[in-house]
Every structure is written in C-alpha cells, then in structure tokens.
C-alpha cells in the first residue's frame, strides 16, 4: 500500500473513532491512555489476524507469551529522552466472533520525571506491516476533569512515524471532583430503574397504613419525615456499598446486580399498592440501597485512579447522586402531599404503582433473558421525557387543594 493510502485509511479511521472506541470494529489497533498522578494505563487492542500476518511464529493463542511480546513494542520517554518503566498487567484473547488480543500496559515515569508529559512509542505490527495503523485514544484523566466522557482521538500511529509526544498540562484535582460530581448526577438522571425504585417508595409516603391498606393522609408532618428517612437510609445503603466496590472491590456480576436492582422496584411497585413493609420503609430503602450501591461502585472502580483521587471522585460521585435525589424530592414532594391530602389520592398511587411495576416487569424480564426487549426500550425513552409532567402534576395538586379547602370553607346552608 502508498505512503498516501495509508494516511487516507488512518484519516477515515479517525472520523469513525467515536464508534471505534467503543466497538473494535476495524482491522487497526487502538490504545486507550488513563492518566494517573504516579503511571499511566495503557489498554490496548491488537487484531489477531493482522498479528497472525506480521509475526506468524507467534503462538497467537497464547494470551501471556502475545502479552510478553506486546511489552517489547511499547514504551515512553521523559522530554529528555529518559525511559518509562514498562510492565505487563493483563493480557487476553477477546473481542469474538473476531479475535483480539487486549493487554493492559502500566507506563511508569523515572523519579522526578512528569508524569503528564511524555512521547508514547508503539510499534506492535506496525513495523511488520505498512499498511497496519493505531489510533491513540484519551480514555480518562481525572485531574484534567475527564472522567466518563467518550474517548478523545490523540493521534494516530503507523510504519515510520510510531511516536508522539503527549502534553496534559497542569493537573487539578478540584477538576476531577467536578467532574465526578457530573458524573454522578448524569448517571443517576438517566438511570430511570433507580429512580423509578426512589419514587415506588415515595408515592405511599404521605400515607398511613390500617388492616393491610393504605387508609388515608397521614399528615404533612408524618409525609415530611418518612420522606426524609426513606432517601437518608437509601442514601446510607448505597454509600456503603459504592465505597466497598470502589476501594475494596466489593462486587457480584453484573447481571444478578440488575436483577436484584429490577427486583427490587417490584416490590416498592407492590408495596405502592398494598403495605407490604409499612413503617419499616427505612429498612427496606437502605437494604435494596445496598444493591443499588454494586452498580453505582461499577462507575468509579471502571477508572484507573490513585487511592486519594479514587476517594475523590466516590464523594464527588455520591454528592452527585444525592443532588440529583433531593431535587427528585424536591419536585415531587409538593404534588404527593397536595393530592393525599386533597383525598384524591388513591388513583394517583395505584395508578402510579401500576406503572412502576410494568416497567419492573419489563427490566426484570430482559435482564433475566440478556436480550433487548423493544417494550423495556419504550420505557427507558418514555421515562426519558418524564420531567414534562411535573408542571402539570403540580398544577393539577394545586387545583385540588384549592378546591378540598374550599368546600371545606363552604358553610353549610342547609
């Protein structure tokens, strides 16, 4: 292949990067930078079959001896021209139907060299093959403010240029737990399932319950504090279990994660309906907060991050997270309260819980198959749009209340 075709086919890797780095989907290789504050990750994604092309006496099956001999191809340079240590922390073969092979690389500078300055070299394949390019990508820097973003294309690699010099800048820790802060609130939005849960257990809370029923309006001081003990005892749950995962790798698989998490808005659905648990709402909010908390932790413990940044960005997350909660509250307490105690309640909650429990039906069932079910899709769109029914919910609360205090006002002509 040309020198010039091989900047053509480097080019329109570039432009599909966005989708490149998410799904291995070209025959390139790809390395994805996470900058700490003491070495830098380097993930890395070789095709086998173009490694199968340029080293054909390689046991291409062999994860350890192909990670072995990546480690010979990769390395980094201080300005000066000091070298990094460099040392091999996994190596798999991924990536089916198409086979990868995907090696985790530590680069660590020399005493008092930057650590955010260097010149990256790679030349795994490249040197066999002309016509073989990588793409180097920013996964994350915390002190940069980049944590969850998509990953930033920062050069692209091929025979005879296979170095770049790479500058951060000045790293700032406030930026990372501003952005660990965006993460959390970001993350906590769009999670409809947790959400959905806080609100299953909200939707009875101005509520008392008599002989297995919800009976009537219990107050707007009883509402207030089983509002508050509901999201502090959720809050404390999902606190404990989001620090163990993230700092002592506390974990379970995703999967009965998920269905622990639909599960669990089930069951607040139900209760919504009929008490399953009245009184010992707390109880329940900091238990089924315990599995919320496994998935939150998944977030924060995905980045490569030093102990004290680590411990940065759990708090800047969990201060997002509970942002984001008190607003829920926020807007939501007013039109609950209002309509309890309106007395025109009963449909607003069985109606409400219905719904919660579909869409619990729905998660439940596609996480149980690992299959996307277009209805579970439906929901997570129509409960994206959502926020456009608080205005008239609260207008509606508002009518009622007027109207209850009204007739209560009325004298009686008989």
Not at 139 to 152: I, N, S
Not at 166 to 192: K, P, Q, V, Y
Not at 282 to 306: E, K, R
Not at 385 to 401: G, T, V
């Amino acid at each position: 292949m040309s020198r010039a075709a091989g900047w053509l086919l480097l080019a329109i890797a570039a432009l599909l990067s966005p989708v490149a780095a998410h799904a291995h989907l070209t025959p390139n290789s790809e390395i994805g930078l996470s900058i700490g504050r003491r070495a830098i990750q380097a993930d890395i994604v070789v095709p086998i079959g173009e490694l199968r092309y340029a080293e054909p006496r390689l046991d291409a099956g062999s994860a350890p001896l192909l990670g072995r001999w990546l480690l010979g191809h990769v390395g980094a340079r201080t300005p000066d021209g000091r070298r990094w240590s460099a040392r091999l922390a996994t190596a798999r073969i991924g990536g089916a139907p198409v086979p990868d092979l995907e090696a985790r690389i530590v680069l660590t500078p020399p005493p008092g060299a930057p650590v955010r300055h260097f010149q990256l070299r790679y030349d795994a394949v490249l040197d066999r093959l002309p016509s073989h390019f990588a793409l180097v990508y920013l996964k994350d820097d915390y002190d940069a403010g980049r944590l969850g973003h998509r990953p930033e294309l920062l050069a692209g690699l091929r025979q005879g240029s296979g170095a770049v010099m790479i500058d951060r800048g000045d790293r700032s820790g406030w930026r990372g737990f501003r952005a660990a802060i965006g993460l959390g609130m970001r993350h906590i939005a769009e999670g409809h399932d947790h959400l959905l849960f806080l609100l299953g257990l909200l939707l009875p809370a101005p509520l008392f319950a008599a002989s297995g029923r919800w009976r009537g309006y219990a107050g707007a001081r009883h509402a207030m504090r089983s509002l508050a003990v509901i999201v502090t005892a959720f809050t404390m749950g999902h606190s404990l279990t989001l620090i163990g995962g993230a700092l002592f790798d506390w974990q379970l698989p995703a999967q009965p994660v998920e269905i622990g998490i639909a599960l669990s808005i089930l069951i607040t659905a139900i209760h919504g309906w009929r008490p399953l648990f009245a009184g010992r709402e707390a109880l329940v909010a900091a238990g089924f907060g315990l599995v919320h908390g496994l998935a939150f932790a998944t977030i924060i413990g995905h980045f490569s991050l030093d102990p004290w940044p680590k411990a940065q960005a759990i708090l800047g997350f969990n201060l997002g997270i509970e942002l984001v909660q008190l607003l829920v509250v926020a807007l939501l307490a007013p039109p609950l309260v209002l309509l309890a105690r309106a007395g025109r309640y009963d449909a607003v909650r069985v109606g409400g819980a219905l719904a919660i429990g579909i869409a619990a039906l729905l998660w439940l069932a596609e996480r149980l198959s690992g299959e996307t079910l277009a209805p579970a899709r439906l929901v997570d769109e129509a409960l994206g749009h959502a926020l456009w029914l608080l205005p008239p919910a609260l207008a509606i609360s508002l009518f009622c209340a007027w109207r209850t205090s009204g007739s209560r006002r009325r004298p009686d002509r008989r």
